[in-house]
């Protein structure tokens, strides 16, 4: 079955820097999207940014632009997500999912799949 690991999260310090890692098995498309989003506690699961293998498509939300680089492992089926300088509104349970639309972008309803989430916490 399909399944998707978050691994990399922790404790930062702000402007500090995390790489987060998605690994996804139990599938064997060669085209898909891969999504990555964060919640807050009481707060609505954001999306923050998208890689496709459709088309190379690439995307973050603005709260997350020129700060976090989405990029991908083709040969392990991995996706990363680097995160620099971290604010203290970063923190949150970050879930990487798995579309398979080429539509698929950064809304929640667009993904299939869901790995468990990986903590990330910024503070001083």
């Known amino acids: 079955q399909v399944q998707l690991v978050e691994s990399g999260g922790g404790l930062a310090q702000p402007g500090g820097s995390l790489t987060l890692s998605c690994a996804a098995s139990?599938?064997?498309?060669?085209?898909?999207?891969i999504g990555w989003f964060r919640q807050a506690p009481g707060k609505e699961r954001e999306g923050i940014s998208y890689?496709?293998?459709?088309?190379?498509?690439?995307n973050y939300a603005d709260s997350v632009k020129g700060r976090f680089t989405i990029s991908r492992d083709k040969g392990k089926k991995v996706v990363y997500l680097g995160m620099n300088n971290l604010k203290p509104e970063d923190t949150a349970v970050y879930y990487c999912?798995?579309?398979?639309?080429?539509?698929?972008?950064?809304?929640?309803?667009?993904?299939?799949?869901w790995g468990k989430g990986t903590q990330v916490a910024v503070s001083s």
């Open positions: 999912a798995l579309g398979l639309v080429q539509s698929a972008r950064l809304r929640v309803y667009e993904y299939a799949y």
């Open positions: 139990g599938f064997t498309l060669d085209d898909y999207v």
């Open positions: 890689i496709s293998t459709f088309d190379g498509d690439i």
